[in-house]
């Protein structure tokens, strides 16, 4: 009897034990997710701009005589030129940048035009035409503001505006009065170029183009408005002169750099195991 008895209590105890088992499930270990790489970002990149700009001249107007009389040019015209610039900035977020800029107007020809009493003195008798022969050369410096429309692709369509100054450089004046029936012609007459900073704002519109990780390249449009200023100064009875301001069309092809801008890998590290009850 005492020997069933101990044969029934072990093979509880056994049943029991080999129950508790198939109810213990270890925990499974959790796969370790690949290393994550996260874009860390200074905020402040250079630029670099090379354009072709369009000039408009709104014209130019000349005191003539002894009694100061005003004179206005029949015809302006500025030549197109060639514009090189870069800046620094800074990206504040996702779609909002600005940055200062300084851009350099490559020579641009002036030639101009005017009639009458203003250009007949001298050797010209009877109406009169003086050709003005002049160029110009320009710097600006720009403090600009852009708001990014976001990234569609590699591809971010973008806005801004800009407000700063124009040092215009205006090489000397020289004009020929001649009779319009091509009897005779005044000598040439210099009249010394003048220099001067003018207000100047800016509206620009474009798209910045991803090449790499911390490379934009960026094409662009860019309007710039220069107040009018000192033109020429006086020499034979004629002057000084003042230019009425000119408008720049541009269109513009660079780049930006951004420092910091490739990611950085972080490597995973997995949540301590919890313990395990057995």
Known sequence: MKRSLAGAVAGILFASSAFSADLYQPQPVPEQPPEVAIAETSGWYLRGDVGYAFNDMRGAHFFQGSNADVGYFDSTDLDDSWTLGGGVGYQINSYLRTDLTFDYLFDSDFRGSTSGGGAAFGACV???????????????????????????GYVTPYVGAGIGGTHVKWNDLNNTSCADDGSSCDDT??????????????????????????????????????????????????????????????ARLGARYLFGGCPQPVAYEPPPAPPLYK
Request: hydrophobic fraction near 35%.
């Open 189 to 250: 007459v210099s009249h010394g170029g003048r220099d001067s900073w003018r207000f100047t704002y800016a509206l620009m519109a474009g798209a910045s183009i991803d090449v790499s990780c911390n490379v934009k390249a960026d094409i662009g449009y860019r309007y710039r408005h220069v107040d009018g200023g000192d033109m020429f100064g006086f020499a034979e009875n004629g002057g000084p002169g003042t230019d009425d301001g000119f408008n720049i069309h541009e």
């Open 126 to 152: 009877g109406p009169c035409t003086s050709r003005d022969i002049s160029s110009l050369t320009a710097y600006s410096l720009l403090a600009n503001a852009y708001v990014d429309l976001g990234t569609y």
